[in-house]
């Protein structure tokens, strides 16, 4: 009898560390399901705001061309009027050269930005990993959503950038050289700042986004 309870004992000892041990386990994997769960509806919301951002810039884009192909065509006309045929072959190139210049900025600008959303999620999913063994990751999902909202206004910016037009007024033949030189002073203003301004900002604060979540305690278990 004294044998039996003791093993009866024992048993009721191990049974609810089994218990408890089935439940750690079923905790686990539902963790680990509502992750896998949120990277593919991250990964799904990433490739639709990528795809949505290349499609509205062109949009964009051909709104811009549609509007000033009139003018455009203005100018070209009173370009090809030159008498001087080496101005009038420069002339042609750099027109062409400025809205090229603009449109593979603006592409490149938007290119980046779609990398930086990327790296983004990978932090976001990355946080919520950490968050799922009990770190605390307040100050990374705040970082994280401030960078959004930066790289947001960037896109915004980059739209604007892309409806801009460097049309050349020519009055004459004397101040071709001069009239050109203002648009493309102007083009260079207008890129150099949203590439030092809001372009930059996005990118300090995806920057900001991946310090935060290095510094939280566990990050890489």
Same mark, same amino acid.
């Given at each position: 009898m004294?044998?039996?309870l003791?093993?009866? #004992?024992?048993?009721?000892l ?5 218990v408890?041990a *089935?439940?750690v386990?079923?905790?686990k994997? #539902?963790? @680990? ?6 990277k593919?509806e991250?990964?799904? %919301?990433?490739k ?10 062109e =949009?964009? @884009?051909?709104?811009?061309?549609a509007?000033?192909?009139?003018k455009?065509?203005?100018?070209k006309?009173k ?17 062409e050269?400025?809205?090229?210049? %603009? =449109?593979?900025?603006t592409?490149h600008?938007? %290119?980046?930005?779609n990398q930086l959303n990327?790296i983004? #999620? ?7 990993k950490?968050?799922a %063994? ?6 990374v999902?705040?970082?994280?959503e401030k960078?959004?909202?930066?790289i947001?206004?960037?896109k915004?910016?980059v739209e =604007? *950038?892309?409806k801009?037009?460097y049309?050349a ?11 050109f030189?203002t648009? @493309? ?6 890129l150099?700042? +949203?590439?030092?301004?809001?372009m930059?900002?996005a990118?300090?604060?995806? *920057?900001?986004a +991946? ?7 566990e990050?890489?278990k």
């Open positions: 004294k044998k039996y003791l093993i009866l #004992g024992t048993v009721l191990v049974i609810p560390s089994l408890l *089935q439940t386990k079923q905790e994997a #539902g963790l @680990r399901e509502n992750i896998e769960l949120k593919a991250l990964q799904k %919301n990433i639709e705001q990528k795809e949505a951002t290349v499609k509205r810039i =949009e964009v @884009r051909k709104e811009a061309k509007k000033v192909e009139a455009r065509a203005e100018v006309e370009i090809q009027q030159l008498k001087d045929e080496r101005k009038k072959a420069i002339a042609l190139r750099i027109d050269q400025l809205n090229r210049l %603009n =449109e593979q900025w592409k600008f938007s %290119n980046v930005l990327d983004l #999620g990978k932090v976001e999913l990355r946080a919520e950490t968050k %063994n009990g770190q605390d990751v307040t100050a999902s705040t970082a994280v960078a959004k909202q930066t947001a206004a960037a915004s910016a =604007e *950038q892309v801009k037009s049309i007024t020519i009055e004459s033949e004397d101040k071709l050289k001069d009239a030189k648009q @493309r002073d102007l083009l260079h203003k207008d150099f700042g +949203l590439r030092d301004g809001l930059k900002d990118r300090k604060a995806v *920057q900001d +991946l310090q935060s979540l290095r510094v939280v305690p990050v890489d």
